[in-house]
């Protein structure tokens, strides 16, 4: 016997008992073995990579899911979590001989605390239903991903989901309080605490955007935050990006905090007006989706800047939205933007590098200079505020090259952001797309060190191997480890002090 | 001049004998090195670690006997030679800084922009990297968050003398493992940092302060809730309690003149008729309830409460029942609050104290910890009290750390 098909007997064995231990533990709906039902979970939202996993579990509680991880421990079969698949960055790819384990039966809401502002939930829970249970008592949930409808806190949890208003109110860590935590040898552990600096290591920070490498969220505690008595969302036409970039560095340097500033260039308008008809401004080079939020009072007073500052920015055509109806009509435009420019390319690469804000124009130019000398159309989309890129890379994968030359320029532009201190990821995650760039970003040092939280986490690798990371580190090596007394004490010839 | 003298000071400029003003919490080391650079700072490093010497880390020395004592200091490994502000970005809305530096230093230079680290100054003195190392925060933290929330990126030094940088110069950002969180509040036993990062904020154009009085824990709370579900958007709702008497609650409304005007009106209003308003803060406001300049026996036991807001009540009742003066500020509205026993109540009656307060916050979601207390007290009670997912964390100190060599003892369970 060849020792690779050594391997997969041992794989298959290894499943073979984790599918027994779910049988055992779960009702027979919860555990999925027929290749053509396992097929339905081979991707999650980033489409192009594909494996389907060698069994699915959808434990309906914290004791079957903690039941499943021992057993994946026991017999060391590596498993990856999966919330609503919604992912961007191949964070939830199954593993071909491993178990996925879907959270999507455990959503229930258990609390909503309004005087201590807070809401205990199952990983399962829809972003959004955090929101509407909350909304009754005056409060929401923040962090609100453009995928608010369909993704889950615990997927959430995994990637420290941002969205277009993290630029005033943070990512997901800044309003995940408590975890339980079914770590990968099959414990559950309690992270942080309902109420702030639980004292020790905080090991829930370390969680908290750690992918699914760490370990499977049962529960979440999340902070409440108080609606706000004030909205304004303001749509502000200029004729180029470099105006709309001037536009929103004059906001942030004069102080003001809007909740959300977004830009689309003229491509993106495009792509939106031919699929949802948002009326934007006719002939824009670029449009800001700018909102204040906040007391009545302060709103009116920012407002009246940021209109002035947009003008001597160059705004040929400024909008307020006050109603929420109105509001939604300027939102549609930009969170339709992602599907939208389907309408105008059959394929496209979305990338989400980050940039220092007052590199944005720079940026912009070298972007629109990569795409015309490779001929490859890129559509700009992002959260401007915080210099969040969404560029949309746009091919045609039928044409031979094609694909090539978008990663090449979808490439180049990350090297772009990394170039100008920037990050890879804003808030798609690593997973499995962008692994391979962490060396561009980060030095062999620092990977190691991340790894080393890795490895007292999950020392044999079981936990979403694969991703975030281009290179495992083997948890036995411990490099520079020394014990005892130093050799030359030992033998007398030297004193330490 | 020994071996580890003579190692260590052929690699780092500045290395000389400890002496009794060097100590750590009432433990002498053996030497103090003063690097100038990352650089120099993980050769001490990795000569420390090949002689297998234990090195505690050391800022400005503010806050040097929290926590517990280290069981062994070979090497003080002293930052405050690393104090300069590298980098003010202020389109960007972020700092660089060394360190050492003196979080004062680097709010003086950010302020130049109408900016600031959103981090109440509580320790007056104090470094960056102590700052971080104890993760202190003040009032505003109720509308800033704290470290965890302000800290963007960070270069540090692991025990074995690798350099190693984790997050970057942009605040959004989820490339790879969060490594900051760890670093904060770990009193240096993970690895020494020596350079970070920080979002910062944009100065407010006006302040006020409302003050109104609480008759007791029961109306204190009320008042307390009135404001956090109000709309007054708080900066920081801070409370004053003084075992016996009265306790007063404060409010502060940060923002752009004509919109705090209103909002100071409004708070008034919640508060009762007794609220007043005024552009100046209350005295004590951002200061712990017990003189940070007391030392050895003369200071007092430094205790730091977490509750669920609900919580406030019986927390603020725990003190006032006590039999020993307890006297206590804190963040109201964030759900953490300081408290301070006198340096003559003795040990076993202040063990009686935390046992208690412990009791009361743990009902409500949150922990009690002894901050700081003469050593005598320190031996007495359970400084950090029960912490949950302790294995993990004795795991994670044995990856980075694996010989315990860096501040050891000082944090929680041993570690």
Request: glycine share 12%; proline share 6%; aromatic share 4%.
């Amino acid at each position: 016997m060849s020792s690779t098909s050594a391997a997969a007997t041992d794989a298959n064995a290894g499943i073979a008992a984790v599918a027994r231990r779910a049988a055992e533990l779960l009702p027979a709906a919860g555990v999925i073995t027929e290749r053509s039902r396992l097929r339905t979970y081979e991707c999650d939202g980033l489409a192009h990579y594909r494996v389907t996993p060698a069994l699915v579990v959808i434990p309906e509680d914290a004791e079957q899911l903690a039941g499943i991880v021992a057993a994946c421990a026991e017999h060391r079969v590596p498993y990856v979590a999966r919330g609503s698949g919604t992912g961007l960055s191949g964070g939830a790819l199954p593993h071909a001989d491993g178990v996925l384990v879907v959270t999507s039966r455990m959503r229930a809401i258990r609390e909503v605390r309004r005087e201590d502002q807070r809401a205990v939930v199952e990983p399962g829970v829809i972003n959004l239903d955090v929101t509407r249970a909350a909304t009754p008592h005056g409060y929401y949930y923040a962090p609100d991903p453009s995928s608010q409808q369909v993704c889950s806190i615990g997927g959430n949890l995994a990637e420290n989901s941002g969205g277009a208003h993290c630029l005033k109110y943070g990512f997901t860590t800044n309003h995940v309080l408590a975890a339980d935590v079914v770590t990968p040898d099959g414990a559950t552990v309690t992270l942080g605490g309902a109420a702030p600096d639980s004292p020790g290591y905080d090991l829930l920070g370390a969680v908290v955007g750690s992918e699914g490498t760490l370990g499977i969220a049962t529960s979440v505690t999340v902070r409440l935050t108080r609606l706000p008595e004030e909205v304004r969302t303001i749509l502000v036409g200029f004729e180029s990006t470099d105006q709309a970039g001037a536009a929103t560095s004059a906001i942030i340097a004069a102080g003001v905090v809007p909740a959300a500033i977004e830009m689309m260039d003229a491509l993106a308008i495009e792509a939106a007006e031919a699929a949802v008809q948002c009326n934007y401004p006719a002939g824009a080079g670029a449009v800001l989706v700018i909102e204040l939020d906040g007391a009545a009072a302060d709103v009116e007073a920012e407002y009246a800047e940021v209109e002035r500052l947009c003008q001597e920015s160059g705004a040929f055509e400024q909008r307020l939205a006050t109603d929420p109806a109105e509001r939604a009509l300027i939102w549609k435009g930009r969170k339709s933007a992602f599907a939208a420019v389907g309408r105008i390319s059959p394929d496209y690469i979305v990338q989400d590098g980050v940039i220092p804000r007052t590199a944005l124009p720079e940026v912009l130019r070298a972007i629109a200079e990569l795409s015309s000398s490779s001929g490859v159309r890129v559509a700009n989309v992002f959260h401007a505020g915080d210099g969040n890129l969404h560029p949309l890379v746009l091919f045609d994968d039928s044409l031979e090259g094609a694909g090539e030359a978008a990663e090449k320029v979808s490439g180049a532009i990350l090297d772009l952001c990394i170039q100008h201190g920037g990050s890879i990821t804003g808030e798609h995650g690593v997973g499995v797309d962008k692994a391979a760039y962490m060396p561009r970003m980060f030095t062999e040092e620092d990977l190691d060190t991340m790894q080393l939280v890795r490895c007292a986490f999950d020392p044999d690798g079981i936990s979403n191997p694969g991703k975030v990371f281009p290179t495992p580190r083997l948890c036995g090596e411990v490099p520079g480890r020394h014990k005892g007394p130093h050799p030359l004490q030992e033998a007398g010839l030297a004193e330490v002090f | 001049m020994t071996t580890a003298e003579a190692s260590l000071g052929s690699v780092c400029a500045e290395v000389r004998p400890a002496g009794p003003d060097d100590a750590v919490d009432g433990v002498v080391p053996g030497l103090v090195a003063r690097p100038g650079s990352t650089e120099e700072v993980a050769e001490v490093l990795r000569a420390s670690a090949a002689l297998g010497l234990t090195v505690v880390p050391r800022g400005r020395g503010t806050k040097l006997t929290w926590g517990l004592p280290p069981r062994s200091a070979d090497v003080l490994l002293e930052l405050a030679g690393m104090d300069r502000v590298l980098d003010h970005a202020a389109g960007d809305l972020i700092v660089q800084t060394q360190a050492g530096a003196s979080l004062d230093d680097v709010q003086g230079v950010v302020g130049q922009a109408r900016q600031r680290v959103m981090v109440d100054p509580v320790v007056p003195g104090g470094s960056v990297g102590g700052t971080l190392a104890t993760n202190t925060s003040g009032p505003r933290r109720m509308v800033g968050g704290t470290m965890r929330d302000l800290l963007i990126g960070l270069t540090v030094v692991r025990a074995d003398g690798v350099v190693a940088k984790a997050g970057g110069r942009v605040v959004k950002n989820v490339a790879g493992y969060d490594l900051s969180k760890l670093m904060i509040g770990s009193f240096g036993t993970l690895a020494v940092v020596t350079e970070a990062l920080f979002r910062l904020h944009p100065t407010p154009e006006a302040q006020r302060w409302v003050t109104a009085r609480a008759a007791d824990q029961a109306h204190a709370q009320r008042l307390v809730q009135e404001v956090v579900h109000s709309q007054v958007v708080p900066a920081a709702v801070e409370v004053e309690w003084a075992s016996g008497g009265a306790g007063e609650v404060t409010v502060l409304l940060e923002g752009r003149e004509s919109g705090v005007e209103g909002r100071a009106a409004a708070t008034s209003t919640l508060l009762g008729d007794d609220a007043t308003v005024s552009s100046d803060a209350p005295a004590g406001w951002s200061a712990y309830p017990w003189d940070p300049a007391a030392a050895g026996d003369r200071r007092a036991t430094a205790l730091k409460l977490t509750f669920v807001l609900s919580g406030l009540a019986d927390v603020l009742g725990a003190v006032r029942d006590e039999q020993v003066p307890v006297s206590l500020r804190g963040s109201a509205g964030a759900g953490v609050v300081y408290a301070a026993v006198p340096a003559e109540v003795p040990g076993d009656e202040v063990a009686g104290v935390v046992e208690r307060l412990r009791r009361v916050c743990t009902a409500h979601g949150g922990s009690t910890v002894v901050v700081d207390a003469p050593a005598a007290v320190k031996q007495a009670v359970d400084v950090w009290g029960p912490i949950p997912a302790l294995n993990l964390m004795l795991r994670v100190k044995d990856q980075f750390d694996p010989d315990h060599r860096l501040a050891p003892g000082r944090f929680v369970g041993g570690i």
